[in-house]
């Protein structure tokens, strides 16, 4: 079995990988996102403890039209790692681009959807409401407004609650509809904090579905997850992620051959847990 000492190294023949290169190609297979040396460390206000280092020299690229899924338990640094792509908070040292632009410049948000983990959203207002309020943060004409709202609906499957309000809605709902928000605005590049997180299985589904559906449309895809069933089925590629820093990262399958383990398995033995021997067990 391979060791999991460092990293899985991305290709360095792609020109993904050499975003500096001066050809047409390179330029154009440009990562959608890239993240370098990113750390972020966190200190309590008066606290004369040392800080704690939440991201820890993170190093990672996204391709154009790639589902990602950025992996790890609880406390990994996931969450903040997006906080910094979306600005949010600041990083400590190190940098991220997104569109080859830095996250500490104003960049291009009208090409970003995002889902937080938790949605907050006026739940007197109907999904239409809803979707009608973004789509004018995002300056989007009144005529492409009707045609957005009316395709998003029908994406996520919702055209028949359009006029309900989201109390009445539940949490598989919700989460569709907030996923109707993230893409309202016609999105280059997706940001989804567990999108499937306190769902059941069919809405585990249907939000499985929609990020394949979106995969097809040529979007790029960068969402964290639990569900490392769903994970192995519509990622490209995808990083392990523990106590801040980068385990391994690579896609999918490449993975599985490599170790010969499954994915859940793989992540387990990655984080530090003991896979329980079979054998063992039965004795």
Excluded at 233 to 258: E, F, M, N, P
């Amino acid at each position: 079995m391979a060791r999991m000492n460092a990293p899985v190294s991305q290709d360095s023949r792609s020109p993904a990988a050499n975003p500096a290169g001066g050809s047409i190609t390179a330029r154009a297979a440009e990562p959608i996102l890239r993240i370098e040396n990113l750390c972020v460390e966190y200190r309590a206000a008066g606290s004369r403890s040392p800080a704690k280092r939440a991201v820890d020299g993170l190093n990672l690229s996204v391709n154009p039209g790639e589902v990602f899924g950025f992996l790890g338990p609880n406390g990994a640094g996931k969450t903040t790692t997006m906080n910094v792509l979306l600005g949010f908070i600041n990083a400590t040292s190190g940098d991220a681009y997104i569109f080859g632009t830095t996250v500490r410049q104003p960049i291009a948000r009208q090409r970003i959807g995002y889902l937080p983990e938790l949605t907050y959203y006026y739940k007197f207002l109907t999904a239409e409401e809803l979707l009608r309020f973004y789509a004018r943060i995002f300056k989007i004409p009144r005529t492409e407004t009707d045609r957005r709202i009316d395709e998003v609906l029908k994406l996520v499957e919702l055209e028949h609650a359009r006029k309900r309000q989201i109390k009445t809605y539940s949490k598989g709902m919700q989460q569709r509809v907030g996923l109707a928000q993230a893409l309202i605005n016609d999105p280059d590049l997706l940001i989804l904090d567990e999108p499937t997180s306190g769902l059941d299985p069919i809405g585990r589904m249907k939000v499985r579905e929609i990020i394949q559906r979106l995969k097809t449309e040529g979007k790029t895809v960068f969402f964290s997850s639990h569900e490392l069933g769903e994970v192995e089925t519509v990622c490209d590629r995808v990083a392990i992620l523990d106590q801040g820093r980068l385990k391994l990262v690579g896609r999918v399958s490449d993975l599985a051959k490599q170790y010969q383990l499954s994915l859940e398995q793989l992540f387990l033995k990655v984080v530090g847990y003991s896979i329980p021997d079979p054998a063992r067990t039965q004795a």
